[in-house]
């Protein structure tokens, strides 16, 4: 395998916006990072559940994943597109975030989100199987792509909370740009 090839699709893959990590940066700018920090946890073990289930029907998926794929990236590009349209048109209240921003939503959320679900769909057969040998191994993977996941999060957190008040200040255009980003995640899912 080639671990740099790897470890940069993961990177890239987690750090970049998208929906969770959006979310991640309005609750910390909005409600505080300790609230982002809940939802983070619930991030990270939904994106680990994912991987595993990823990896535990991996054969099953490969048989009908072109039509999953396909499927995925339709519903998917048109849920970032929606969440972009609602990012410009949002009303950025603390109480819309307190009520978005749970261990349970972040749960949810990777079950829910496109850009981790075509992530899941495709690092571990791409990357994993193809050379891990034997559960330990794929259980090392997935605890290493979980880290990185959950680093990410928190880098978003870290990056809300520091530039809280910055965001505030400028908030519709960070809102706009960030609706950007989404339209474009949503872009390449075609790609």
């Not at 680990?48 to 048989?63: H, R």
């Not at 829910?112 to 571990?124: D, Q």
Request: aromatic content about 14%.
């Amino acid at each position: 395998m080639d671990m740099t090839s790897f470890f940069l699709y993961c990177m890239i893959a987690t750090f970049t916006p998208g929906p969770t990590n959006i979310l991640i940066l309005s609750t910390a700018t909005n409600a505080g990072a300790k609230k982002a920090m809940k939802f983070s946890y619930g991030s990270a073990i939904g994106f680990c559940l994912l991987l595993v289930l990823s990896a535990a029907m991996n054969t099953m998926l490969m048989t009908v994943l072109p039509k999953i794929l396909v499927f995925m990236q339709i519903t998917g590009s048109l849920y970032m597109v929606y969440l972009a349209y609602r990012m410009i048109k949002k009303n950025t209240s603390q109480a819309a975030v307190n009520q978005e921003a749970t261990f349970r939503s972040g749960f949810v959320l990777q079950f829910l989100n496109p850009k981790t679900v075509l992530f899941a769909l495709t690092v571990i057969p791409t990357f994993i199987m193809p050379y891990a040998s034997g559960i330990p191994m794929v259980t090392v993977y997935i605890a290493g792509i979980t880290l990185i996941g959950f680093s990410a999060f928190i880098t978003w957190v870290v990056f809300g909370a520091v530039f809280k008040e910055f965001l505030h200040k400028h908030q519709t255009a960070a809102n706009l740009i960030m609706a950007l980003f989404l339209a474009y995640a949503a872009i390449m899912i075609w790609e």
